[in-house]
């Protein structure tokens, strides 16, 4: 009897699903309004146009990589997961190839190397500030790009969180002043390649980086293996 009523029940489940609407629609408009605020904007101004298209591109990149610093970190110890947190870990190697190869090659030219001015010294803001944000991520879902994702999905948990991200910067901003003569620089300034020279400096970060790599790896496996 149970046999013959299952079926009969699966296909009343199907008749009353409504039937999935149609995107490709939707995705043109939203190209053709994409392009059209693009050449507006670029009567005006290149710049603002070029940023307008860069930041669409790199929220779609977001959208479907899925890609976001807080799930690096939470992963791992929710689900076992560490694919994201590997993403991440390629991503600081690729860039570290590129910046270190524009810095090296202002500095061989004998030109200021760009970016010098965000070498700030480690001290107990470092921390401070790295276990705040922490939590701040952790309780808001999401960082900063991860935010920003799910705010142009519609999730309006995400859209307080970032109206409260734009007021804390506000507020860091204002004070940073503070924080940076009484606890940022008591402490000392470190700039890899000046220890242990271009070359060394880039194969040191790559390999630490190699080894969170193994390490995210082999968690993975572990846990898998235990459930």
């Not at 480690?122 to 879902?141: K, P, Y």
């Not at 969180?161 to 940073?176: E, K, Q, R, T, Y």
């Amino acid at each position: 009897m149970a046999e013959q009523t299952r079926p009969a029940a699966s296909r009343r489940s199907s008749a009353n699903r409504k039937p999935k609407k149609n995107q490709i629609p939707f995705g043109f408009i939203t190209v053709a309004f994409i392009v059209v605020v693009a050449i507006l904007l670029n009567m005006n101004s290149t710049n603002v146009a070029f940023f307008w298209i860069t930041g669409t591109a790199f929220g779609f990149i977001l959208q479907k990589g899925r890609f976001c610093f807080t799930a690096s970190m939470r992963d791992p110890y929710l689900t076992g997961s560490t694919s994201i947190t590997r993403a991440v870990i390629i991503a600081f190697a690729l860039t570290t190839i590129g910046f270190t190869a524009i810095k090296y090659g202002y500095s061989s030219a004998g030109l200021p190397i760009p970016g010098m001015s965000y070498v700030v010294p480690i001290s107990i803001a470092t921390l401070i500030g790295a276990f705040m944000f922490g939590i701040g991520m952790v309780i808001a879902g999401g960082c900063a790009s991860g935010t920003l994702m799910r705010v142009g999905e519609g999730f309006f948990m995400n859209a307080i969180a970032l109206v409260f991200f734009i007021i804390g910067s506000l507020w860091g901003a204002h004070d940073f002043g503070w924080w940076k003569e009484f606890f940022i620089s008591k402490g000392p300034s470190i700039f890899l390649p000046d220890v242990f020279g271009w070359m060394g400096a880039v194969l040191l970060q790559l390999f630490v980086l190699l080894g969170l790599y193994v390490l995210a790896e082999q968690y993975e496996k572990k846990r898998g293996s235990s459930h």
